[in-house]
């Protein structure tokens, strides 16, 4: 069964520090796209960024960059310099084969930045 | 810019009411689908729509009925609520492409009682 597993239900960091959230995929399809979303408190869904697994690099936007390690099916989002305003829930999503816009949620892992 | 539009974004029904969720989306998207978020589940899809006239089951869809008329709209309709059907709801929109981001609705609280 295709599946995204978020093992760190809850993370702390210093503001300014940088952060790993982690994400796990489970397939046998050869082809994917792995998404993070952000949801603040607010509760609406922000996309942050997209890795398809037969990208070479690794994905970045701005502060959010995914390290992409495909032998061990994981996607982890890495958050550098860490604002008051990164704390919200994130999740990863995964689209696997031909299933587009078909999206698979972990559940979550909740970010609390500190001052 | 609109984007996707949910409506309402709180509602509370009794037990065994009906009520549509309307979702419309206004960037031509082919997909659109429907998720509900409980805690500690993310978010687990219900119905799916890849064009208009076309929809098909996703993970959670018991109790759930859905239509495509349009390319804009995909209303989400609950028959008779249940109390185990308390939850949010988003409603999403993306091109069928697997390089595009899903955009999301924001989002609707049900409280069945």
């Given at each position: ?105 972990g559940q979550g892992t909740i970010l609390t930045v500190h001052p | 810019n609109a984007g996707v539009t949910q409506t309402p974004k709180f509602q509370v029904l009794k037990t065994g009411q009906s009520m549509t969720l ?92």
């Amino acid at each position: 069964a295709q599946k995204i597993t978020q093992t760190q239900p809850g993370m702390f960091v210093q503001e300014k520090e940088a952060v790993t959230l982690d994400c796990t995929y489970d397939t046998s399809d050869p082809s994917y796209g792995l998404f993070w979303y952000k949801q603040p408190s607010s509760g609406e869904m922000i996309f942050l960024i997209y890795q398809g697994s037969y990208d070479q690099q690794n994905a970045t936007e701005g502060r959010y960059s995914l390290n992409f390690q495909k032998a061990r099916k994981s996607a982890n989002l890495v958050i550098s310099a860490s604002q008051l305003g990164d704390s919200a829930m994130y999740f990863c999503a995964c689209t696997f084969g031909t299933s587009y816009g078909k999206l698979t949620f972990g559940q979550g892992t909740i970010l609390t930045v500190h001052p | 810019n609109a984007g996707v539009t949910q409506t309402p974004k709180f509602q509370v029904l009794k037990t065994g009411q009906s009520m549509t969720l309307q979702c419309a989306q206004d960037m031509n998207h082919e997909y659109m689908s429907w998720y509900r978020q409980d805690p500690g589940m993310g978010l687990r899809l219900i119905h799916y729509s890849v064009g208009a006239g076309i929809t098909d089951q996703g993970e959670v869809p018991n109790g759930y009925n859905v239509s495509r008329s349009t390319t804009e709209d995909f209303p989400l309709r609950l028959l008779s609520a249940a109390p185990s059907q308390t939850s949010v709801y988003f409603c999403a929109s993306s091109y069928v492409s697997r390089y595009t981001e899903a955009f999301f609705g924001q989002g609707t609280r049900l409280t069945v009682v």
